[in-house]
């Protein structure tokens, strides 16, 4: 008995377009939260990096620098820590625990906290 492999699909992948370097990416999607030198701080990498070309260095330096900065933590989670808001009759509501990329960027680098 010989297995074939599958014949190569048709679908063509969706890519990023390219790009010069990492900050004219993330900086042409203003509607989006994310603060490259902001992430850069928080992660202690220089803000020259925002021009060099992406690379495969540049990456891994990238990927190790988040993984030794930003730790896991599950305290969220475990403490069942949730946001209380005001409804306008001045009573406290108890809202879930967040996954919005807004809300984890503001945990994550504007609070210091982990993931």
Same mark, same amino acid.
């Given at each position: ?6 014949? #190569?699909?048709?679908?063509k992948?969706?890519? /990023?377009? #390219? ?8 900086? !042409? ?7 490259? &030198? ?9 803000? &020259?990096?925002?021009?060099? #070309? ?10 190790? &620098? ?5 730790? /896991? ?13 005001? &409804?306008?009759?001045?009573? !406290?509501?108890?809202?879930p625990? !967040? ?17």
């Open positions: 008995m010989t297995t074939e492999k599958p014949a #190569p699909s048709s679908t992948l969706t890519t /990023f377009p #390219p790009h010069t370097n990492v900050y004219s990416y993330l900086y !042409s999607h203003p509607t989006d939260p994310f603060h490259l &030198s902001t992430y850069l701080t928080r992660i202690g990498l220089p803000h &020259s990096l925002t021009t060099d #070309p992406p690379t495969k260095s540049l990456l891994d330096n990238l990927h190790w &620098s988040h993984l030794s900065s930003i730790p /896991f933590e599950n305290l969220s989670t475990t403490l069942w820590r949730k946001d209380l808001t005001q &409804s306008p009759d001045g009573t !406290s509501i108890t809202l625990l !967040s996954i919005r990329p807004q809300d984890i960027w503001t945990k994550l680098v504007l609070q210091n906290r982990g993931g």
